[in-house]
């Protein structure tokens, strides 16, 4: 009887264990994923402050400066899901080196101090956007392995965890870290 | 960094007539270290053997040996001492201003213990921390600082004697770092995971004193390294893909142990060194070219981490 009923604990505490592991490591990726979106809310604040500095300078790039004040705006707004979130990020991105690659030709804008340092915030953001991306798979990758590895699998099954997507760097991202080798030439 | 063809002509024009100054001052200093110490041994050979003779306890005899010895090497240290410090100010000031004219050079001072503590590095606290061989400037935009440091601390033994272990020995290097950032990052030479593999993670991650364990993503860095910190994120945000390899690439060159850390803004670099760096020959002569080599190779490896890591690179907004 006796025996039974300690094959029962230590089965019952398995479980229990099995079960706050997987729990743990699901709450470590929302976590970081939180991170991620915590940096892209502060690459937000810094839109209009960048928009306002280099429109004085920037006649030519009028047209993109306001399309990146409404995916900005669309973005804050809440009305979006996760997937047009994603969408709307790499566009951001894509704007946004663009217009680094167009100060090249605004001679005034980049002696401009405001405009350094903004120019380094926003290096700054996405340096630290990157590594909370990096923090983001890393913990997804643990997750993903406690979800199709033996015995936490079993656990995930009975949980209906799934395995989730590593963050892909996207290539407008790629194409940043050329914009900023671009700059440290001067 | 500088050719070795232009150390060699920095050696022949700048440095060759303060060599010549001190090769002079060296050989009086080794005529009066061969007497005084000659005698010295003499004499302590002739009171033991005299002890031996009276059939004197043993422990006394090693008693006595141990003081003769003590007293020779005082009587050495004492004879070279001026010596040592002329070569210092001659020969090592010269090559470190020659690497870079803005740094200073203080042959006596040293990173001070609390420094070596707030690195974070090492877990112990040094119970006995000395060091030569300060230098300390700016390279570029990077503040700098480093010396030779040895750190050690006390155990005791059954009998409450006392004896010093090594905590660290080598050349600490403190620089500013080109990130803002809040929490504590260290980067550790990684022998368990190299020996035990797979276990070796586990044993890793129940390190508790150091914080979590940080689990990068490039895998020749993971290999020689570990890494603990209380950020995830930050750790990711310091670490860099690119500051990875450059570390990797500094561990390779020097071929010691390098031990790293990231805290208050500020970078320290500690590489483990067995023998004492920046010390002049006594027995053999100073006016070797090979050796200047070596000197000026040392002090180029601290001096060329801000180069190596690319501290200079100030894109942020750390100015």
């Known amino acids: 009887m006796i025996i039974l009923m300690v094959i029962i604990a230590v089965g019952v505490l398995f479980f229990v264990g099995l079960y706050n592991t997987m729990i743990g490591k699901k709450n470590n990726v929302n976590n970081t994923f939180a991170s991620i979106d915590t940096l892209l809310k502060k690459r937000y604040d810094l839109i209009p402050n960048l928009v306002s500095t280099v429109q004085q300078y920037m006649e030519h790039e009028r047209g993109t400066l306001t399309e990146i004040t409404e995916l900005r705006a669309k973005a804050i707004s809440g009305n979006v899901n996760e997937n047009q979130r994603v969408g709307l990020e790499n566009k951001m991105n894509k704007l946004l080196g663009n217009i680094m690659v167009a100060v090249e030709n605004y001679p005034q804008l980049k002696a401009n101090e405001n405009f350094m340092q903004l120019q380094r915030s926003m290096n700054e953001i996405e340096e630290q956007i990157s590594a909370a991306r990096r923090a983001y798979n890393a913990t997804v990758t643990d997750y993903n392995n406690a979800v199709e590895m033996f015995p936490t699998n079993t656990m995930a099954s009975v949980m209906k965890l799934a395995t989730r997507n590593l963050f892909e760097i996207p290539e407008a991202q790629r194409e940043n870290v050329d914009v900023k080798k671009l700059f440290n030439q001067k | ?319």
């Open chain 2, 1 to 319: 960094m500088k050719t070795l063809e232009e150390l060699g002509n920095y050696y022949n024009t700048a440095l060759m007539p303060e060599l010549i100054k001190l090769e002079e001052q060296r050989k009086q200093v080794l005529k009066k270290v061969c007497l005084v110490d000659g005698i010295a041994i003499a004499l302590s050979i002739a009171i033991l053997s005299l002890f031996f003779d009276m059939e004197v306890p043993t422990h006394v005899i090693f008693f006595g040996g141990f003081i003769a010895a003590a007293v020779i090497v005082g009587i050495y240290k004492w004879l070279t001492s001026a010596y040592v410090k002329n070569f210092k100010s001659g020969v090592i000031e010269n090559i470190i201003h020659f690497i870079d004219s803005h740094l200073e050079y203080k042959g006596d001072a040293c990173i001070s213990s609390s420094d070596f503590i707030k690195s974070k590095i090492f877990n112990r606290q040094p119970d006995r921390h000395r060091g030569d061989d300060y230098v300390a400037g700016l390279v570029g935009k990077t503040r700098i600082e480093f010396s030779e440091i040895h750190s050690e601390y006390e155990t005791r033994d059954s009998k409450g004697r006392s004896t010093y272990q090594p905590i660290f020995k080598g050349l600490f290097f403190i620089g500013d770092f080109n990130k803002h950032f809040k929490g504590v990052t260290v980067v550790l030479p990684d022998a368990v995971e190299r020996l035990f593999g797979g276990f070796g993670n586990f044993l890793q991650k129940m390190n508790a004193s150091r914080g979590q364990l940080i689990r990068l993503e490039d895998p020749v860095f993971e290999k020689e390294f570990v890494v603990y910190g209380d950020d995830q994120v930050e750790a990711r945000y310091i670490l860099s893909t690119s500051l990875m390899k450059r570390i990797v690439d500094f561990k390779k060159k020097t071929g010691k142990k390098v031990f790293l850390s990231f805290v208050g803004s500020k970078i320290y670099v500690a590489i483990a060194f067995a023998k004492n760096l920046f010390e002049p020959r006594v027995f053999k002569t100073l006016v070797d070219f090979s050796q200047v080599v070596e000197y000026y190779q040392d002090l180029e490896l601290v001096i060329g981490l801000v180069e190596d890591l690319n501290l200079n690179l100030r894109i942020w907004t750390k100015e």
